[in-house]
C-alpha cells in the first residue's frame, strides 16, 4: 500500500513537472522524405569503392551539389534531419529559435517550415504538429517573461544585475509577436 501511495505522488509530480520544467521542441522530416533520404543512403553505401584510401578517408567524397566540399553519404543523411524549433519555460512566454533566419525568417514561414515536417520534444516523443503550433503561440500569454529592458531593470532591483541577461545584446526579438531568442544556443 506504501508503495502504491509513494508511486501514485512520483507520477502526479512527474505530471506536474512536465509541465513547469522547460521543454526544447525540433522539428523532424516526415517519414516520407526519411525513406528517400535512406534510399539515398543505401546508393551511396552499395556504390563505396572500399580501397584503402576511402576507408582510411572515412569513405568522404567530393560534392559537386556543394561547391565542391568534401562530405559523407551519412552526414548527408542526416543533414538539417533535427532542427531545434524553442523552447517553453514556465513563467515565459514560448522562445523560438530562428537560427539566424537559415529556415525561416518570420511567423508565416516558421508555420509553414513545422508544419512540413513532424515535432519531437526533447525526449523524443512525437507531437502532433497543430496542437504543438496552438501550445506554443499560447505558451506564457499574455503576459509571461521576455529579456528586454523592462526584465534587466527588474531582476537589478532583485540585486540580480550581474548575469549574462543584463546586457542589452541579449535582449530576445520580438518578430511578428513571437519572442525569439538573439541565440541560437538553447539548453
Known sequence: MLYFGISKIISIFGIINLYTLGTN????????????????LIGFVTNLDLLPENIEGGFRTISPRKDWEWFSPWDMFLEDTSIHLGKRSAGWKFCWNFHKD????????LLEFIRSGRVVDEYGEEQNV??????????????????????????RAKGHGSYWTDNEKYDDLIIDGLRVSSSTDFC
Request: hydrophobic share 30%.
Open 130 to 155: 497543430e496542437e504543438f503550433i496552438t501550445m506554443a503561440l499560447e505558451w506564457g500569454q499574455p503576459d509571461g517573461q521576455v529579456v528586454n529592458e523592462i526584465y534587466r531593470l527588474k531582476e
Open 25 to 40: 521542441f525540433y522539428r523532424v522530416p516526415t517519414h516520407e522524405e526519411m525513406e528517400a533520404r535512406k534510399q539515398t
Open 102 to 109: 537559415k529556415y525561416y525568417h518570420n511567423k508565416e514561414s
